[in-house]
Protein backbone atom coordinates (compact mmCIF):
# COMPACT_ATOMS: atom_id res chain seq x y z
CA UNK A 1 0.00 0.00 0.00
CA UNK A 2 1.24 3.30 -0.87
CA UNK A 3 1.74 6.05 2.39
CA UNK A 4 0.97 9.89 1.11
CA UNK A 5 2.76 11.55 3.29
CA UNK A 6 2.65 14.90 5.29
CA UNK A 7 6.16 16.00 4.52
CA UNK A 8 5.49 15.81 1.11
CA UNK A 9 4.85 19.18 -0.84
CA UNK A 10 2.61 18.58 -3.96
CA UNK A 11 3.99 19.99 -6.85
CA UNK A 12 3.20 23.54 -8.21
CA UNK A 13 2.29 24.49 -4.34
CA UNK A 14 3.17 27.59 -3.27
CA UNK A 15 5.69 28.31 -0.89
CA UNK A 16 4.35 30.15 2.59
CA UNK A 17 2.80 33.49 2.26
CA UNK A 18 4.41 36.46 2.72
CA UNK A 19 2.51 37.73 5.56
CA UNK A 20 0.12 35.82 7.78
CA UNK A 21 -3.35 35.61 5.83
CA UNK A 22 -2.14 37.86 3.14
CA UNK A 23 -1.04 35.38 -0.05
CA UNK A 24 1.63 36.68 -2.39
CA UNK A 25 -0.16 39.08 -5.48
CA UNK A 26 0.09 36.54 -8.45
CA UNK A 27 -0.88 33.84 -6.40
CA UNK A 28 -3.81 35.81 -5.03
CA UNK A 29 -4.96 37.06 -8.71
CA UNK A 30 -5.50 33.17 -9.69
CA UNK A 31 -7.16 32.24 -6.36
CA UNK A 32 -9.53 35.29 -7.17
CA UNK A 33 -10.80 33.77 -9.81
CA UNK A 34 -13.69 30.68 -10.28
CA UNK A 35 -14.32 28.90 -13.75
CA UNK A 36 -17.76 28.40 -13.74
CA UNK A 37 -19.38 26.40 -16.88
CA UNK A 38 -16.06 26.69 -18.62
CA UNK A 39 -15.58 30.27 -18.30
CA UNK A 40 -13.62 32.62 -15.38
CA UNK A 41 -15.64 34.24 -13.23
CA UNK A 42 -13.98 37.00 -10.60
CA UNK A 43 -14.66 35.95 -7.41
CA UNK A 44 -16.38 38.59 -6.24
CA UNK A 45 -18.59 39.32 -2.82
CA UNK A 46 -17.55 35.87 -1.30
CA UNK A 47 -17.08 36.87 2.16
CA UNK A 48 -18.10 34.74 4.95
CA UNK A 49 -21.26 34.11 5.27
CA UNK A 50 -21.89 33.60 1.65
CA UNK A 51 -22.08 30.41 -0.03
CA UNK A 52 -21.67 28.85 -2.77
CA UNK A 53 -25.00 27.91 -3.82
CA UNK A 54 -25.54 32.14 -3.11
CA UNK A 55 -22.85 33.46 -5.33
CA UNK A 56 -23.57 31.07 -7.85
CA UNK A 57 -27.46 32.46 -7.87
CA UNK A 58 -26.12 35.18 -8.27
CA UNK A 59 -24.26 35.18 -11.25
CA UNK A 60 -27.81 33.94 -12.95
CA UNK A 61 -27.24 30.13 -12.53
CA UNK A 62 -30.52 29.29 -11.16
CA UNK A 63 -30.75 25.49 -11.15
CA UNK A 64 -29.08 25.25 -8.36
CA UNK A 65 -31.49 25.69 -5.52
CA UNK A 66 -32.01 25.80 -1.80
CA UNK A 67 -34.12 23.16 -0.24
CA UNK A 68 -33.13 22.57 3.52
CA UNK A 69 -29.63 24.67 3.77
CA UNK A 70 -28.58 21.47 6.01
CA UNK A 71 -27.39 19.15 3.13
CA UNK A 72 -29.98 16.78 3.23
CA UNK A 73 -32.07 17.47 0.21
CA UNK A 74 -29.39 17.48 -2.57
CA UNK A 75 -31.40 20.09 -4.69
CA UNK A 76 -27.80 22.34 -4.27
CA UNK A 77 -25.77 19.92 -5.67
CA UNK A 78 -22.92 21.56 -8.25
CA UNK A 79 -19.92 19.64 -9.27
CA UNK A 80 -16.34 20.76 -8.23
CA UNK A 81 -13.28 19.14 -10.00
CA UNK A 82 -10.90 17.39 -7.43
CA UNK A 83 -8.14 15.54 -7.68
CA UNK A 84 -8.86 11.83 -8.52
CA UNK A 85 -8.15 8.15 -7.66
CA UNK A 86 -7.73 6.65 -11.16
CA UNK A 87 -7.55 9.48 -13.12
CA UNK A 88 -6.28 13.00 -12.39
CA UNK A 89 -9.43 14.42 -12.11
CA UNK A 90 -12.53 13.31 -10.84
CA UNK A 91 -16.02 15.58 -11.10
CA UNK A 92 -17.23 15.44 -7.34
CA UNK A 93 -20.81 16.11 -6.76
CA UNK A 94 -21.07 19.06 -3.39
CA UNK A 95 -23.60 20.66 -1.74
CA UNK A 96 -23.66 24.32 -2.14
CA UNK A 97 -25.77 25.23 0.64
CA UNK A 98 -22.82 24.32 2.70
CA UNK A 99 -19.70 24.78 1.09
CA UNK A 100 -18.64 29.02 1.85
CA UNK A 101 -18.12 30.70 -1.41
CA UNK A 102 -14.51 31.67 -0.94
CA UNK A 103 -13.67 27.98 -1.36
CA UNK A 104 -14.15 28.61 -4.62
CA UNK A 105 -11.38 29.99 -5.24
CA UNK A 106 -9.52 28.97 -8.50
CA UNK A 107 -11.82 26.04 -8.73
CA UNK A 108 -13.65 24.53 -11.39
CA UNK A 109 -17.41 23.98 -10.88
CA UNK A 110 -20.31 23.11 -13.24
CA UNK A 111 -23.68 23.76 -12.24
CA UNK A 112 -26.69 21.68 -14.52
CA UNK A 113 -27.00 24.58 -16.81
CA UNK A 114 -22.99 24.01 -17.93
CA UNK A 115 -23.61 20.01 -18.63
CA UNK A 116 -25.94 20.59 -21.90
CA UNK A 117 -28.06 23.02 -23.63
CA UNK A 118 -31.66 23.00 -24.62
CA UNK A 119 -30.88 22.36 -28.48
CA UNK A 120 -28.11 19.47 -27.30
CA UNK A 121 -28.68 17.83 -23.77
CA UNK A 122 -26.66 16.36 -21.60
CA UNK A 123 -27.08 12.47 -21.73
CA UNK A 124 -27.99 12.68 -18.06
CA UNK A 125 -30.91 15.19 -18.82
CA UNK A 126 -31.66 13.31 -21.61
CA UNK A 127 -32.29 10.13 -20.12
CA UNK A 128 -34.61 12.18 -17.34
CA UNK A 129 -36.70 13.86 -20.01
CA UNK A 130 -37.72 10.70 -22.02
CA UNK A 131 -38.36 8.66 -18.70
CA UNK A 132 -40.37 10.85 -17.01
CA UNK A 133 -37.75 11.97 -14.37
CA UNK A 134 -38.65 15.48 -13.72
CA UNK A 135 -42.16 16.60 -12.93
CA UNK A 136 -42.34 20.05 -10.63
CA UNK A 137 -38.59 19.94 -11.93
CA UNK A 138 -37.10 21.77 -8.33
CA UNK A 139 -35.20 18.74 -7.54
CA UNK A 140 -34.05 17.89 -11.05
CA UNK A 141 -31.05 20.16 -11.29
CA UNK A 142 -29.45 18.55 -8.15
CA UNK A 143 -30.45 15.06 -9.67
CA UNK A 144 -28.71 16.11 -13.01
CA UNK A 145 -24.96 17.40 -11.04
CA UNK A 146 -25.44 14.04 -8.26
CA UNK A 147 -26.19 11.76 -11.61
CA UNK A 148 -23.34 13.53 -13.61
CA UNK A 149 -20.60 12.73 -10.92
CA UNK A 150 -22.16 8.82 -11.08
CA UNK A 151 -21.47 9.10 -14.90
CA UNK A 152 -18.24 10.06 -15.10
CA UNK A 153 -16.90 8.04 -12.36
CA UNK A 154 -13.54 6.09 -13.83
CA UNK A 155 -14.20 2.19 -14.29
CA UNK A 156 -18.07 2.74 -14.12
CA UNK A 157 -19.59 -0.83 -15.09
CA UNK A 158 -22.84 0.07 -13.79
CA UNK A 159 -24.91 2.99 -12.04
CA UNK A 160 -24.64 3.09 -8.10
CA UNK A 161 -28.38 4.47 -7.21
CA UNK A 162 -25.87 5.16 -3.80
CA UNK A 163 -25.10 8.24 -5.83
CA UNK A 164 -28.50 9.31 -5.36
CA UNK A 165 -28.76 8.85 -1.58
CA UNK A 166 -28.27 12.81 -0.87
CA UNK A 167 -31.32 13.76 -3.34
CA UNK A 168 -34.73 14.17 -2.18
CA UNK A 169 -37.92 14.42 -4.80
CA UNK A 170 -40.95 14.76 -3.42
CA UNK A 171 -43.80 14.73 -6.47
CA UNK A 172 -42.07 12.63 -9.27
CA UNK A 173 -41.04 9.35 -7.21
CA UNK A 174 -37.72 7.42 -7.88
CA UNK A 175 -38.81 4.93 -10.56
CA UNK A 176 -38.28 6.70 -13.22
CA UNK A 177 -35.29 8.76 -11.99
CA UNK A 178 -33.67 4.77 -11.39
CA UNK A 179 -34.73 3.76 -14.67
CA UNK A 180 -33.09 7.21 -16.14
CA UNK A 181 -29.83 6.58 -14.06
CA UNK A 182 -30.04 2.75 -15.05
CA UNK A 183 -30.64 3.64 -18.69
CA UNK A 184 -26.95 5.69 -18.91
CA UNK A 185 -24.29 3.81 -20.55
CA UNK A 186 -20.66 4.32 -20.79
CA UNK A 187 -19.41 8.54 -21.03
CA UNK A 188 -17.32 8.65 -24.60
CA UNK A 189 -13.79 9.91 -24.49
CA UNK A 190 -14.81 12.59 -26.97
CA UNK A 191 -17.06 14.27 -24.20
CA UNK A 192 -15.07 17.18 -22.84
CA UNK A 193 -15.90 17.13 -19.75
CA UNK A 194 -14.81 12.89 -19.69
CA UNK A 195 -11.74 14.39 -21.20
CA UNK A 196 -11.05 16.77 -19.07
CA UNK A 197 -10.37 14.07 -16.07
CA UNK A 198 -7.06 13.36 -17.65
CA UNK A 199 -5.83 16.34 -16.56
CA UNK A 200 -4.50 17.92 -13.54
CA UNK A 201 -7.33 19.24 -10.69
CA UNK A 202 -7.17 22.54 -9.80
CA UNK A 203 -4.85 23.20 -6.95
CA UNK A 204 -5.75 25.26 -3.76
CA UNK A 205 -4.11 28.40 -3.22
CA UNK A 206 -3.45 30.62 -0.07
CA UNK A 207 -6.35 33.22 -0.46
CA UNK A 208 -8.15 35.16 2.02
CA UNK A 209 -12.10 36.64 1.35
CA UNK A 210 -12.94 38.84 4.79
CA UNK A 211 -13.27 36.40 7.72
CA UNK A 212 -12.17 33.33 5.31
CA UNK A 213 -8.37 32.61 4.71
CA UNK A 214 -6.84 29.66 3.43
CA UNK A 215 -3.22 29.23 4.59
CA UNK A 216 -0.59 27.74 2.67
CA UNK A 217 0.82 25.39 5.27
CA UNK A 218 0.36 23.93 8.87
CA UNK A 219 2.39 26.92 10.55
CA UNK A 220 0.55 29.43 9.25
CA UNK A 221 -2.47 27.50 10.29
CA UNK A 222 -1.78 27.42 13.64
CA UNK A 223 -0.99 31.19 14.08
CA UNK A 224 -4.49 32.07 12.35
CA UNK A 225 -6.04 29.73 14.83
CA UNK A 226 -4.54 31.61 17.85
CA UNK A 227 -6.70 34.64 16.94
CA UNK A 228 -9.43 35.09 18.68
CA UNK A 229 -12.49 33.86 17.42
CA UNK A 230 -10.66 31.89 14.74
CA UNK A 231 -12.10 28.17 14.09
CA UNK A 232 -10.57 25.69 11.83
CA UNK A 233 -13.42 24.55 8.64
CA UNK A 234 -12.64 21.57 6.33
CA UNK A 235 -15.43 20.28 4.49
CA UNK A 236 -18.26 23.00 6.53
CA UNK A 237 -20.65 20.04 6.53
CA UNK A 238 -21.72 21.30 10.15
CA UNK A 239 -20.59 24.31 10.52
CA UNK A 240 -22.75 25.54 7.00
CA UNK A 241 -25.66 24.18 8.78
CA UNK A 242 -24.70 26.21 11.75
CA UNK A 243 -24.26 29.14 9.85
CA UNK A 244 -27.63 28.66 7.61
CA UNK A 245 -30.04 27.66 10.74
CA UNK A 246 -28.53 29.01 13.24
CA UNK A 247 -26.76 31.95 12.31
CA UNK A 248 -23.75 31.43 13.41
CA UNK A 249 -20.58 33.49 12.51
CA UNK A 250 -16.87 32.87 13.30
CA UNK A 251 -15.12 36.08 13.78
CA UNK A 252 -12.08 34.36 11.14
CA UNK A 253 -12.77 30.98 9.31
CA UNK A 254 -9.43 28.71 8.92
CA UNK A 255 -9.47 26.40 5.90
CA UNK A 256 -7.46 23.42 6.51
CA UNK A 257 -9.32 20.75 4.03
CA UNK A 258 -6.29 20.42 1.69
CA UNK A 259 -3.74 21.24 3.85
CA UNK A 260 -0.88 18.29 2.81
CA UNK A 261 0.25 17.99 6.82
CA UNK A 262 -3.20 17.30 7.51
CA UNK A 263 -3.61 14.19 4.58
CA UNK A 264 -1.54 11.47 5.67
CA UNK A 265 -2.34 8.24 4.69
CA UNK A 266 -0.08 5.36 6.50
CA UNK A 267 -1.89 1.75 5.68
CA UNK A 268 -0.02 -0.89 7.35
CA UNK A 269 2.58 -2.73 5.40
CA UNK A 270 2.62 -5.62 8.13
CA UNK A 271 0.30 -6.98 10.75
CA UNK A 272 1.51 -5.29 13.79
CA UNK A 273 2.09 -1.61 12.26
CA UNK A 274 -0.94 1.02 13.19
CA UNK A 275 -3.08 2.40 10.18
CA UNK A 276 -2.96 6.59 9.83
CA UNK A 277 -5.59 8.90 8.91
CA UNK A 278 -4.80 12.29 8.06
CA UNK A 279 -7.82 14.65 9.63
CA UNK A 280 -8.78 16.49 6.41
CA UNK A 281 -9.25 13.51 4.06
CA UNK A 282 -13.02 13.55 3.14
CA UNK A 283 -15.00 9.64 3.93
CA UNK A 284 -15.59 9.52 0.20
CA UNK A 285 -11.91 9.66 -0.22
CA UNK A 286 -10.39 7.30 2.70
CA UNK A 287 -13.40 4.83 1.58
CA UNK A 288 -11.80 4.35 -1.89
CA UNK A 289 -8.36 4.48 -1.40
CA UNK A 290 -8.64 1.96 1.69
CA UNK A 291 -10.64 -0.37 -0.11
CA UNK A 292 -9.26 -4.10 0.17
CA UNK A 293 -6.54 -3.17 2.90
CA UNK A 294 -5.76 -3.38 6.65
CA UNK A 295 -7.97 -5.68 8.78
CA UNK A 296 -8.58 -3.04 11.07
CA UNK A 297 -10.81 -1.21 8.11
CA UNK A 298 -13.19 -3.49 8.03
CA UNK A 299 -15.18 -1.70 10.52
CA UNK A 300 -14.65 1.47 8.91
CA UNK A 301 -15.92 -0.04 5.59
CA UNK A 302 -19.76 -1.05 7.41
CA UNK A 303 -20.02 2.91 8.71
CA UNK A 304 -19.40 4.62 5.15
CA UNK A 305 -22.02 3.59 3.35
CA UNK A 306 -24.42 4.40 6.51
CA UNK A 307 -22.94 7.88 7.06
CA UNK A 308 -25.29 10.38 5.92
CA UNK A 309 -25.05 10.75 2.12
CA UNK A 310 -22.25 10.21 -1.14
CA UNK A 311 -22.73 14.54 -1.42
CA UNK A 312 -21.65 14.44 2.40
CA UNK A 313 -19.08 12.02 2.59
CA UNK A 314 -17.28 14.11 -0.45
CA UNK A 315 -16.84 16.34 2.08
CA UNK A 316 -17.19 15.75 5.38
CA UNK A 317 -13.85 15.03 7.01
CA UNK A 318 -12.67 12.52 9.60
CA UNK A 319 -11.41 15.31 11.69
CA UNK A 320 -14.11 17.48 11.54
CA UNK A 321 -16.66 14.28 12.35
CA UNK A 322 -14.62 14.17 15.66
CA UNK A 323 -13.84 17.48 15.92
CA UNK A 324 -17.30 18.54 16.50
CA UNK A 325 -17.75 16.38 19.23
CA UNK A 326 -20.90 15.55 18.30
CA UNK A 327 -22.94 12.55 20.41
CA UNK A 328 -25.02 11.27 17.17
CA UNK A 329 -21.57 11.09 14.78
CA UNK A 330 -21.30 7.80 13.13
CA UNK A 331 -17.53 7.90 13.53
CA UNK A 332 -16.99 7.97 17.02
CA UNK A 333 -18.43 4.61 17.72
CA UNK A 334 -16.69 2.71 15.44
CA UNK A 335 -13.15 4.45 16.24
CA UNK A 336 -13.37 4.05 19.98
CA UNK A 337 -14.43 0.19 18.95
CA UNK A 338 -11.33 0.34 17.45
CA UNK A 339 -9.00 1.40 19.96
CA UNK A 340 -8.47 4.97 18.14
CA UNK A 341 -6.19 7.69 19.76
CA UNK A 342 -6.06 11.30 18.27
CA UNK A 343 -2.86 13.24 17.34
CA UNK A 344 -3.41 16.42 18.23
CA UNK A 345 -1.01 19.31 16.90
CA UNK A 346 -0.83 23.24 18.13
CA UNK A 347 2.16 25.65 18.89
CA UNK A 348 3.55 23.94 21.10
CA UNK A 349 3.96 20.54 19.25
CA UNK A 350 2.40 17.06 19.03
CA UNK A 351 0.37 15.04 21.47
CA UNK A 352 -1.72 12.02 21.32
CA UNK A 353 -4.52 11.07 23.40
CA UNK A 354 -6.60 8.10 23.17
CA UNK A 355 -10.28 8.31 21.98
CA UNK A 356 -11.40 7.07 25.10
CA UNK A 357 -10.03 10.22 26.95
CA UNK A 358 -10.95 13.20 24.32
CA UNK A 359 -15.15 13.39 25.02
CA UNK A 360 -15.00 15.72 28.15
CA UNK A 361 -18.89 16.49 27.48
CA UNK A 362 -21.73 17.34 25.39
CA UNK A 363 -19.51 18.81 22.49
CA UNK A 364 -16.30 19.03 24.62
CA UNK A 365 -13.17 17.78 24.14
CA UNK A 366 -9.24 17.96 25.44
CA UNK A 367 -8.61 19.56 22.67
CA UNK A 368 -7.11 22.95 23.31
CA UNK A 369 -7.82 26.11 21.70
CA UNK A 370 -5.56 26.87 18.59
CA UNK A 371 -5.34 23.10 18.49
CA UNK A 372 -5.92 20.84 15.54
CA UNK A 373 -6.46 17.42 15.11
CA UNK A 374 -3.97 15.85 12.67
CA UNK A 375 -4.44 12.81 12.24
CA UNK A 376 -6.43 9.66 14.05
CA UNK A 377 -4.11 7.01 14.98
CA UNK A 378 -5.57 2.82 14.74
CA UNK A 379 -3.21 0.68 16.72
CA UNK A 380 -3.32 -2.93 14.80
CA UNK A 381 -5.57 -5.51 16.05
CA UNK A 382 -5.80 -6.69 19.65
CA UNK A 383 -5.18 -9.89 19.73
CA UNK A 384 -2.76 -10.58 17.11
CA UNK A 385 0.27 -12.41 19.17
CA UNK A 386 0.85 -15.34 17.60
CA UNK A 387 -2.34 -16.57 16.21
CA UNK A 388 -4.99 -14.89 14.00
CA UNK A 389 -8.68 -14.92 16.06
CA UNK A 390 -11.37 -15.22 14.58
CA UNK A 391 -12.78 -11.31 14.51
CA UNK A 392 -16.61 -10.57 14.52
CA UNK A 393 -17.18 -6.80 13.20
CA UNK A 394 -20.60 -5.07 12.97
CA UNK A 395 -22.35 -1.39 12.90
CA UNK A 396 -25.70 -0.63 13.98
CA UNK A 397 -27.40 2.61 13.10
CA UNK A 398 -30.47 2.77 14.09
CA UNK A 399 -32.61 5.96 12.61
CA UNK A 400 -35.70 6.77 11.31
CA UNK A 401 -34.50 6.50 7.39
CA UNK A 402 -32.00 3.96 6.45
CA UNK A 403 -29.40 6.80 4.85
CA UNK A 404 -29.08 10.34 4.94
CA UNK A 405 -30.38 10.56 8.88
CA UNK A 406 -29.14 11.33 12.05
CA UNK A 407 -28.84 7.83 14.22
CA UNK A 408 -30.91 7.18 17.31
CA UNK A 409 -28.32 4.79 18.63
CA UNK A 410 -25.33 4.16 17.03
CA UNK A 411 -23.31 0.68 18.28
CA UNK A 412 -20.16 -0.64 17.19
CA UNK A 413 -18.63 -3.68 17.62
CA UNK A 414 -15.41 -5.46 17.41
CA UNK A 415 -15.52 -9.07 19.25
CA UNK A 416 -12.81 -11.64 18.64
CA UNK A 417 -13.06 -15.21 19.35
CA UNK A 418 -10.63 -18.34 20.08
CA UNK A 419 -11.44 -21.91 20.53
CA UNK A 420 -15.10 -20.40 21.33
CA UNK A 421 -13.80 -17.95 23.86
CA UNK A 422 -13.83 -14.15 23.19
CA UNK A 423 -10.70 -13.02 23.49
CA UNK A 424 -11.25 -9.22 22.67
CA UNK A 425 -14.47 -7.24 22.84
CA UNK A 426 -14.41 -3.65 21.91
CA UNK A 427 -18.14 -1.51 21.87
CA UNK A 428 -18.50 1.91 20.97
CA UNK A 429 -21.95 3.94 21.09
CA UNK A 430 -23.40 6.81 20.34
CA UNK A 431 -26.66 8.68 20.87
CA UNK A 432 -26.64 7.22 24.35
CA UNK A 433 -24.95 9.46 26.36
CA UNK A 434 -23.56 13.34 26.04
CA UNK A 435 -20.72 12.00 24.52
CA UNK A 436 -19.67 8.85 22.56
CA UNK A 437 -18.69 6.22 24.81
CA UNK A 438 -17.09 2.56 25.22
CA UNK A 439 -19.80 -0.03 26.90
CA UNK A 440 -16.47 -0.64 29.60
CA UNK A 441 -18.97 -3.19 31.54
CA UNK A 442 -20.76 -5.21 28.19
CA UNK A 443 -17.41 -5.81 27.36
CA UNK A 444 -16.17 -7.22 30.88
CA UNK A 445 -19.19 -9.24 30.75
CA UNK A 446 -18.16 -10.86 27.50
CA UNK A 447 -14.42 -10.84 28.00
CA UNK A 448 -13.34 -15.03 28.96
CA UNK A 449 -16.15 -16.15 28.37
CA UNK A 450 -17.65 -18.88 25.57
CA UNK A 451 -19.31 -17.15 22.84
CA UNK A 452 -23.16 -19.02 23.72
CA UNK A 453 -26.68 -17.35 24.37
CA UNK A 454 -26.05 -17.52 28.07
CA UNK A 455 -23.21 -15.18 27.47
CA UNK A 456 -25.03 -12.81 25.30
CA UNK A 457 -28.18 -13.20 27.27
CA UNK A 458 -26.25 -11.71 30.41
CA UNK A 459 -23.94 -9.40 28.58
CA UNK A 460 -27.30 -7.70 26.76
CA UNK A 461 -28.68 -6.86 30.00
CA UNK A 462 -25.49 -5.09 31.04
CA UNK A 463 -25.36 -3.36 27.49
CA UNK A 464 -28.89 -2.62 27.96
CA UNK A 465 -27.78 -0.37 31.10
CA UNK A 466 -24.84 1.58 29.67
CA UNK A 467 -24.94 4.87 29.28
CA UNK A 468 -27.64 7.64 30.22
CA UNK A 469 -29.83 8.12 27.30
CA UNK A 470 -32.49 10.12 27.58
CA UNK A 471 -36.17 11.38 25.44
CA UNK A 472 -35.53 13.89 22.56
CA UNK A 473 -37.28 13.64 18.64
CA UNK A 474 -35.54 10.92 17.74
CA UNK A 475 -35.98 8.33 20.20
CA UNK A 476 -37.46 7.68 23.86
CA UNK A 477 -34.94 6.55 26.65
CA UNK A 478 -36.80 3.16 26.71
CA UNK A 479 -36.32 2.81 23.20
CA UNK A 480 -32.47 3.23 23.04
CA UNK A 481 -31.98 0.86 26.06
CA UNK A 482 -34.43 -2.09 24.40
CA UNK A 483 -31.64 -1.29 21.12
CA UNK A 484 -28.91 -1.46 22.99
CA UNK A 485 -30.14 -4.59 24.56
CA UNK A 486 -30.66 -6.48 21.25
CA UNK A 487 -27.44 -5.32 19.87
CA UNK A 488 -25.36 -8.59 20.77
CA UNK A 489 -28.25 -10.84 19.60
CA UNK A 490 -28.56 -8.43 16.10
CA UNK A 491 -24.65 -9.03 16.03
CA UNK A 492 -24.75 -12.86 16.78
CA UNK A 493 -27.50 -13.78 13.98
CA UNK A 494 -25.88 -11.83 11.75
CA UNK A 495 -22.41 -13.61 11.87
CA UNK A 496 -24.63 -17.12 12.69
CA UNK A 497 -23.81 -20.08 10.15
CA UNK A 498 -25.90 -20.48 7.54
CA UNK A 499 -29.18 -22.93 8.60
CA UNK A 500 -28.86 -22.18 12.27
CA UNK A 501 -32.43 -21.77 14.24
CA UNK A 502 -34.10 -18.58 14.62
CA UNK A 503 -33.65 -19.42 18.42
CA UNK A 504 -30.00 -20.14 17.80
CA UNK A 505 -29.37 -16.58 15.98
CA UNK A 506 -31.01 -14.57 18.64
CA UNK A 507 -29.69 -16.23 21.21
CA UNK A 508 -33.04 -17.06 22.70
CA UNK A 509 -34.38 -13.51 22.81
CA UNK A 510 -37.21 -14.20 19.79
Known sequence: MSTESSAVTPAGRPGPTERRGTPPTAVAERAAVVTVNG????????????????????LGLSGAKEGCAEGECGACAVLLARPGLDTATEWTALNACLLPAAALGGQEVLTAEGLGRTDA???????????????????????????????????????????????????????????????????????????????????????????????????????????????????????????????????????VDRLPELRELSLPQRPEEPLVLGAAWSLSE????????????????????????????????????????SPVGDLAPALLALDAEV???????????????????????????GELIRAVRIPAPADFGGHAPQRLVGFHKIAKRRYDDISSVAIALVVHLSDGLVTHAAIGLGGVAATPLRAHATEEA?????????????????????????????????????????????????????????????????
Open 39 to 58: APRPLLGAEPPVTALDWLRG
Open 121 to 255: LHPVQAELAVRGGSQCGYCTPGFVCAMAAEYYRPGRERFDHHALSGNLCRCTGYRPILEAADALGAAEETDPLAARRHHEAPVSLPARHGAWVRPADLAEALELLAEPGAVPVAGATDLGVAANLHGARPALLVA
Open 286 to 325: LERRTTGGAEVLDLLHAVYPQFASRLIRNSATIGGNLGTG
Open 446 to 510: LLGRPWDAATRRAASAVLAAEGTPLDDHRASAAYRRAMLGQALHRFHAEHAPAGSSAGEQSGGAA
Open 343 to 369: VLVGAEGERTVALTDYFTGYRQSVRRP
